[in-house]
T-cell receptor, first 109, second 115 residues
């Protein structure tokens, strides 16, 4: 069946550091891929998405490229801020939505 | 701006009691999802509806959980009887259509504690 595997956390970075959170997927069809973010005490909210191979999703300085050859959708940001501290979920949608386990990111000043 | 609302935000109850959680999807959205989030299991899909009809509830323990949409503005998730292992945060999400690329909009969640 379809599944998502993402990098285990927690991840702790200093402000302005480069961020990568790895995500790989298994799917039988041609899924859409998403990154959602969850801030403390809130529900998940969409950060970015890509609907087909080689698409790049981007938002708020974050980006991820849909790589079919490596079945990956890694999240990157060039310079993180304290306000980026949250839990990040990779997800795929192919008739239903499957979420990864989440990666907690803490950014220290 | 339009948001998914959930009530209550927090619920503490004793084992054996009935619990009802409510969700108001974003007006105009025709799909509603119920998720459960725990530290051990992460985010699990319990059930989802399209145009108020249940499409899949295979993720839900059938003997004690039930999900309904009495009308387009209200979705409910009921647990009867509740057990300590049901303690989790329950999220409702809504969206439009079931296309794979469609975004889901999450509510703030109901934190349930069963003693």
């Amino acid at each position: 069946g379809n599944s998502v595997t993402q990098m285990e956390g927690p991840v702790t970075l200093s402000e302005e550091a480069f961020l990568t959170i790895n995500c790989t997927y298994t799917a039988t069809g041609y899924p859409s891929l998403f990154w959602y973010v969850q801030y403390p005490g809130e529900g998940l909210q969409l950060l970015l998405k890509a609907t087909k191979a080689d698409d790049k999703g981007s938002n708020k300085g974050f980006e991820a490229t849909y790589r079919k050859e490596t079945t990956s959708f890694h999240l990157e940001k060039g310079s993180v801020q304290v306000s980026d501290s949250a839990v990040y979920f990779c997800a795929l949608s192919d008739h239903d939505m499957r979420f990864g386990a989440g990666t907690r990111l803490t950014v220290k000043p | 701006d339009a948001r998914v609302t959930q009530t209550p935000r927090d619920k503490v109850t004793e084992m054996g009691q009935e619990v009802t959680m409510r969700c108001q999807p974003i007006l105009g959205h025709n799909t509603v999802f119920w998720y459960r989030q725990t530290m051990m299991q992460g985010l699990e899909l319990l059930a989802y509806f399209r145009n108020r009809a249940p499409l899949d509830d295979s993720g839900m323990p059938k003997d004690r959980f039930s999900a309904e949409m009495p009308d387009a503005t209200l979705a409910t998730l009921k647990i009867q009887p509740s057990e300590p292992r049901d303690s989790a945060v329950y999220f409702c999400a809504s969206g439009f259509g079931l296309a794979d690329y469609n975004e889901q909009f999450f509510g703030p969640g109901t934190r349930l504690t069963v003693l």
